[in-house]
C-alpha cells in the first residue's frame, strides 16, 4: 500500500525512511521517468521497470559474481581480520554468487531435496507444526513473525537438513547476524563483526554436523551432499559449508518474510481477506499474487562483467547495479491495477522469485509453507487485526520484511 509521495530522481535515497518502508511507492516515479538510473550517491545502477529488470536478468553481462571481486579488492590484505575473511569466503561459495558453470552443478546437487515428491512429503509436517504454533498464541497482542511466520519455516529446514530442533533458537540468532551483509548489498564495514561471529559459530557448528553425518549418515539433505562429495561430484569442503550454509538461511528468512508480507497485504484489503475466509481463492494464484504484491526479495545485486550499453545508458565494467524487483513488480505497464492485491489475477511473470537460471531453488518450499500459513493464520482468528503503531520495516536494500508483525487476537 503506497504511503508516500514517490520521490524525485535528484531527492532519491536508497535508504530513507520512505525508501525502506514503501519502496514501491517511493521509487515509483523513477520507474516512470528513468527506469535505468546512475544514482550518484550509492554510485549504483537502479534499473525498476518489469521490462528492464527482466532483461537484466536474463543478461549474463549482468553478473552475480559480487563476493569474489570484493574480496581480492577490499579484503587480501595483512590486516584483515581472518574471520571477517572467513564470512566473506563463505558467502563467496553461495550458488547464488556464481556464473556458470559453477551455478549449474552447486544447483542440481541441491534440487534433491526440491523436487514435487520430496515437497509433498513435507505437507503434513508443515500442517500440524502450524497448527500447533497458533494454538500456543495466547489471546491479545502478538508478534507474528516470532510466533508463527519465522518458527515454521525454521523447523522446516532444520529437520530437512539434519540440524536438531532445539539448536533453532541459536540459528535464528547466528543468521540474523549474516543477514545484514546479505540483505544490503552496501558496504558497511561497521557491520562486519557481527557478520564475522555469526558466520565463524555457523561455520563451527556445520564442521561437527558434517562429522557427525559422515559416520552415522541419516535420511537428511547434509548426508545426501556428503555422499556426492564422496562420489567424486567435484563438491569441496568449502562448497559444501557454503551450500549447506545458504540452504539454512535461504530456508527461513526468506518464508518468514513472505508469510508475514501475505498476512499484512490481506488484512489492508478486507475484501480479498474474506474471500480467503470464505475459500473462495485459488491458492496457487494467491501466492503468486502475494509475491508480486509485495514479495521478500526487494532488490536483487549484479556487477557489470564488461563496458556496455543498455536502454541508452552507457555502463562500466565492476559498476553495480541494483535490480528492484519489488518496484518492477507494481509496474502498470507489465500489471492492470498494480497497486492493488488481487488474488485472482491471471498468472504473470512476476519477478519475486527471480528469472532464469537463478530463479529461486526453494520457491516450492515457500509456496508450500506459505499455502498453509497465510490462510491457517487469518481462519483461525476472524477478528484479527494490525495493532496500534507503525511498522518498523528493517532497514535493507535487499529484503522486504518486518522486524516485527504485531497483530490482536480475540
Known amino acids: 500500500m503506497t504511503v508516500n509521495a514517490p520521490a524525485a530522481p535528484e531527492s532519491i535515497d536508497l535508504m530513507s525512511l520512505e525508501a525502506v518502508s514503501d519502496p514501491q511507492g517511493y521509487f515509483a516515479q523513477l520507474r516512470a521517468t528513468q527506469p535505468v538510473y546512475w544514482d550518484p550517491q550509492y554510485r549504483s545502477w537502479l ?94 497482542e502478538f508478534d507474528l513473525i516470532a510466533s508463527v511466520a519465522a518458527p515454521l519455516p525454521s ?100 518464508t518468514a518474510n513472505f508469510i508475514a508480507n501475505g498476512v499484512l497485504a490481506l488484512l489492508r484489503h478486507p475484501g480479498q481477506l474474506a474471500a480467503m475466509r470464505e475459500d473462495r481463492v485459488d491458492m496457487k494464484l494467491a501466492l503468486e499474487e502475494f509475491m508480486r504484491y509485495d514479495g521478500p526479495g526487494k532488490t536483487v545485486v549484479r556487477v557489470a562483467s564488461e563496458d556496455f550499453e543498455f536502454e541508452g545508458q552507457q555502463i562500466q565494467k565492476g559498476q553495480r547495479v541494483f535490480l528492484m524487483l519489488s518496484v518492477a513488480n507494481r509496474d502498470p ?20 522469485f527471480g528469472f532464469g537460471m537463478h530463479f529461486c531453488l526453494g520457491a516450492p518450499l515457500a509456496r508450500l509453507e506459505a499455502g498453509i500459513a497465510i490462510p491457517a493464520i487469518v481462519k483461525r482468528w476472524p477478528g484479527l487485526t494490525l495493532a496500534p503503531g507503525p511498522l518498523q520495516w528493517l532497514p535493507f536494500l535487499g529484503t522486504r520484511g518486518m522486524r516485527e508483525l504485531r497483530l490482536r487476537r480475540a
Open 333 to 352: 505497464l507489465a500489471y492492470e491495477d498494480a497497486e492493488l492485491l488481487k488474488l485472482d489475477r491471471p498468472p504473470g511473470r512476476h519477478l519475486g
Open 47 to 140: 534499473i525498476t521497470s518489469h521490462r528492464h529488470v527482466a532483461e537484466a536478468l536474463r543478461d549474463p553481462r549482468f553478473s552475480c559474481d559480487r563476493i569474489e571481486p570484493y574480496i581480492r579488492k577490499k579484503l587480501s590484505g595483512p590486516d584483515t581480520d581472518p574471520l571477517v575473511r572467513q564470512a566473506f569466503d563463505v558467502l563467496s561459495g553461495w550458488m547464488v554468487f556464481k556464473e556458470e558453470p559453477d551455478h549449474s552443478r552447486l544447483r542440481r546437487l541441491c534440487m534433491q531435496a526440491f523436487t514435487p515428491q520430496s515437497i509433498a512429503k513435507l505437507r503434513a509436517r508443515a500442517e500440524i507444526l502450524t497448527a500447533e504454533l497458533l494454538d500456543a498464541v495466547a489471546p491479545g
Open 155 to 254: 523447523i522446516i529446514i532444520a529437520e530437512m537438513m539434519g540440524v536438531p530442533v532445539e539448536d533453532r533458537l541459536r540459528f535464528e540468532q547466528w543468521t540474523a547476524k549474516v543477514s545484514p551483509l546479505v540483505s544490503t548489498g552496501l558496504d558497511d564495514p561497521t557491520r562486519y563483526g557481527s557478520v564475522a561471529e555469526g558466520m565463524d559459530a555457523l561455520v563451527t557448528y556445520f564442521r561437527q554436523l558434517f562429522q557427525r553425518y559422515t559416520e552415522q549418515p541419516a535420511d537428511n539433505l547434509i548426508t545426501a551432499l556428503l555422499r556426492a562429495r564422496e562420489q567424486n561430484d567435484a563438491l569441496s569442503e568449502a562448497e559444501l559449508m557454503a551450500t549447506c550454509t545458504l540452504m539454512l538461511f535461504g530456508g527461513h528468512e526468506t
